[in-house]
């Protein structure tokens, strides 16, 4: 055994490594192990996510009551926080006449069980009754039913927000 060692050491003498070689090859090994790594992590990520569902919320006002509603939606976005209500953002369309007097919003749900848990979680705050006692009447009604309009979808395989 003492031989063999003997020999590997007069090898690497031989060798010379420069610091910057040396480098060059820890280097070329870091990514080498990374572009073979990188796809596996990849694919967990997509499996994580593959539940995640986006929730579109279209709110119809009474004309000209948009106002008041977004001022409503601002003081309850803080409440929605805590109940894990993740909204992506809040839209007032500007330039179509025929949407003037709607609200939209999009909320993010890990799933669509969990979205309609921390709904369920909201709407049984005693903290949310004035929202709703104050919103109510600002949304447009046909018949007995409140123009809300609600969709979960589910980022499609190329979308960018997933």
Request: hydrophobic share 45%; net charge positive; aromatic share 12%.
């Amino acid at each position: 055994m003492g031989s063999n060692r003997r020999s590997v050491l007069a090898a690497l003498k031989r060798w010379k490594f420069s610091g910057w070689s040396a480098f060059a090859i820890a280097f070329l090994f870091f990514a080498a192990g990374s572009l073979l790594t990188a796809p596996w992590m990849h694919l967990k990520q997509a499996r994580a996510d593959s539940n995640r569902v986006f929730e579109l919320m279209v709110y119809h006002t009474i004309p000209g009551k948009v106002p008041e509603l977004e001022s409503i939606f601002r003081d309850l976005s803080k409440l929605m926080v805590k109940h894990n209500l993740n909204v992506i953002g809040y839209w007032v369309p500007a330039d179509n006449p025929d949407w003037k007097d709607t609200l939209v919003y999009v909320v993010a749900h890990p799933s669509v069980e969990q979205g309609k848990k921390n709904w369920d979680a909201l709407h049984s705050d005693p903290e949310f009754l004035p929202y709703r006692k104050a919103a109510v009447p600002l949304v447009d009604k046909e018949g007995d039913k409140y123009r809300v309009d609600e969709v979960f979808m589910r980022p499609s395989d190329f979308s960018a927000l997933r």
